[in-house]
T-cell receptor
Framework: NAGVTQTPKFQVLKTGQSMTLQCAQDMNHEYMSWYRQDPGMGLRLIHYSVGAGITDQGEVPNGYNVSRSTTEDFPLRLLSAAPSQTSVYFC???????????????FGPGTRLTVL | AQSVTQLGSHVSVSEGALVLLRCNYSSSVPPYLFWYVQYPNQGLQLLLKYTTGATLVKGINGFEAEFKKSETSFHLTKPSAHMSDAAEYFCAVGGGFQGGSEKLVFGKGTKLTVNP
């Protein structure tokens, strides 16, 4: 198993540009999520999904869109990049939380995004 | 709602000394608790987790944590620090056996420095 994969590893954007961060997992996990990590802020949840066709907002969703057309993929779209979105982005997946199963999350290696 | 507080954003110890990283949580349901470690420029890796049963949980690399319900704590310890333990550590709380939040809530992290 490849686990959780993310592409690209690094990206530099100009303000106003759009792009999609890719995330895929091969563990048949229902639950997938996107976090951003900023110094001193820990991990903050952007969006999450509990299955194909179902997404919801996390703590910091503004400026980001997601969709979940398959169980495996959960792309994150930046609609119009801003310098405040400079961050490291992590995708994670797990079994479905809240079902009595340990919702240990498996993390991808991250995408380091810089917006100029 | 669930929340996590990690006491001390930076902890410094000498090689061979005891490592103690503090985590307190708030949860309206019996929680699942996790410690993750992040080495520089890498993703998050699970160190250990508490779900149900034994309150003293052993993890990888000699770390362990004890779930204390009365103190709402899940502190991480290692008897003897090694240089390779230098990393950032995150405590997280999840929905638990009775369900609850679909989201995993992370603390802000504690950066551990190990001095020779």
């Amino acid at each position: 198993n490849a686990g959780v994969t993310q592409t690209p590893k690094f990206q530099v954007l100009k303000t106003g540009q759009s792009m999609t961060l890719q995330c895929a997992q091969d563990m048949n996990h229902e639950y997938m999520s996107w976090y951003r990590q900023d110094p001193g802020m820990g991990l903050r949840l952007i969006h999450y999904s509990v299955g194909a066709g179902i997404t919801d907002q996390g703590e910091v969703p503004n400026g980001y869109n997601v969709s979940r057309s398959t169980t495996e993929d959960f792309p994150l779209r930046l609609l119009s990049a801003a310098p405040s979105q400079t961050s490291v982005y992590f995708c994670a997946s797990s079994l479905m939380p809240g079902t009595g199963l340990s919702n240990e999350q498996f993390f991808g290696p991250g995408t380091r995004l810089t917006v100029l | 709602a669930q929340s996590v507080t990690q006491l001390g954003s930076h902890v410094s110890v000498s090689e061979g000394a005891l490592v103690l990283l503090r985590c307190n949580y708030s949860s309206s349901v019996p929680p699942y608790l996790f410690w993750y470690v992040q080495y520089p420029n890498q993703g998050l890796q699970l160190l250990l987790k508490y779900t149900t049963g034994a309150t003293l949980v052993k993890g990888i690399n000699g770390f362990e944590a004890e779930f204390k319900k009365s103190e709402t704590s899940f502190h991480l310890t290692k008897p003897s620090a090694h240089m390779s333990d230098a990393a950032e550590y995150f405590c997280a709380v999840g929905g638990g056996f009775q369900g609850g939040s679909e989201k995993l809530v992370f603390g802000k992290g504690t950066k551990l420095t190990v001095n020779p």
